[in-house]
Structure formats: structure tokens, C-alpha cells
């Protein structure tokens, strides 16, 4: 499915708006300036997965339905996800003892993120949302959403995020993937806000 230009400048303010709340919270955190930006969005085929890299991922994936149907996800790979952990709890992620820590700590920051994102979307676009209790586990971009598609048709929206502060910068990606139906929904309601000449 092909986007506008402007189609996409309104998704990717959507998503911005989105990731600058979740900033916000996480300044609190980490006691120190933080900067999310999504300096790059694309939509991709979810059945060709082949350019999303296979190595093991820390990833959080959280559901929604509404009007909007779908699944959000947030993925770290393992070094940026080790420093984000270590930034906010001030342990490093080594051993088994810290794995609960890490998962903890990555499943909250992954909950922040995609509420931010979807909740943007939702409040922006006057739509209702309800959220799934999101979930952690470590796999490939690649086997995390061909679990997520299934046979059915999908739309994948992908915004790369970057997390900037004035010690460490790290890359993550959001995910978020809407049935076919849902997309086009999501479309209309984005249109909507393009002022008719």
C-alpha cells in the first residue's frame, strides 16, 4: 500500500508526538535530558522480512483494538538495551539474577514508548483505543512478526527512534503492524486533517 508524502510527514508527526511524550516520562527517570526522535518511517511488506536482520532482539509487543486493530512492538538490540537498563537502574545486565531486572525495566520503558506512540495516534485522530498488558521476549524482528501475520494480510508501519543523551546514544525500532481494514481506517482518519484547498 502506497503512502503520499504528505501521508507519511503525518504519520511520522503522529509518531513524533508520540515519542516526545514518552521522553518526557523517561526524563524523570533517568534524571537526565533524554531525546526520542524518529528521524526516519517507512511501510514495509511484513511477508518480506528479509532485510529486518535476524539476531535476537529485546523486544516488548503490546496489542490494541478499536477502530485501529493491530499490535505495537519495541526492539533494542542487545547492546542498546543493556545500556538503556544499565542508564536506568544503575546495574549491568550480566548474569541470571538480573534477568528478571531486565525485563522489568525493558517491558516498562517498551509500555511508555507504545502508549506514547498509540496513544498520539488515538487522541490525535479522536479515536478509542484499548490496550493488551505488553509482553517481553527476545527474538529477531524477522520471527517477531511472523508470528504476529500469520496468513492473514498485514500492514507494517516501521519508524526507526533514536535515545539521546549526553552520554549515550542508543537505536531502537518501533513496529507497529494493523490489519489491511484497519490501515485504511487509520488513512481516512489521517486525511481528515489535510486542509481542502
Do not use: W
Amino acid at each position: 500500500m502506497e503512502l503520499t508524502p504528505l501521508q507519511l510527514d503525518i504519520l511520522k508527526e503522529l509518531i513524533n508526538i508520540g515519542v516526545g511524550k514518552a521522553a518526557g516520562v523517561m526524563n524523570e527517570m533517568l534524571h537526565t535530558p533524554l531525546e526520542l526522535s524518529v528521524p526516519h518511517i517507512e511501510i514495509i511488506d511484513p511477508h518480506h522480512l528479509d532485510s529486518l536482520g535476524t539476531s535476537s532482539c529485546a523486544t516488548v509487543c503490546q496489542g490494541f483494538k478499536g477502530r485501529f486493530g493491530g499490535m505495537a512492538a519495541l526492539v533494542f538490540p542487545p547492546e542498546s538495551a543493556s545500556t538503556l537498563v544499565m542508564a536506568l537502574t544503575g546495574e549491568e545486565c550480566q548474569g541470571l539474577d538480573l534477568d528478571e531486572l531486565r525485563t522489568g525495566t525493558l517491558t516498562e520503558i517498551g509500555n511508555i514508548v507504545l502508549n506514547g506512540v498509540m496513544g498520539a495516534i488515538a487522541n490525535t485522530l479522536n479515536e478509542h483505543i484499548e490496550y493488551n498488558v505488553p509482553s517481553f521476549q527476545e527474538c529477531s524482528p524477522e520471527e517477531l512478526l511472523k508470528m504476529q501475520v500469520g496468513d492473514d494480510s498485514k500492514i507494517c508501519v516501521l519508524a526507526e527512534t533514536g535515545f539521546r543523551t549526553k552520554d549515550m546514544d542508543l537505536e531502537g525500532r518501533v513496529y507497529i503492524l494493523f490489519e489491511v481494514g484497519s490501515f485504511g481506517m487509520l488513512l481516512e482518519a489521517m486525511n481528515a486533517l489535510i486542509p481542502t484547498s
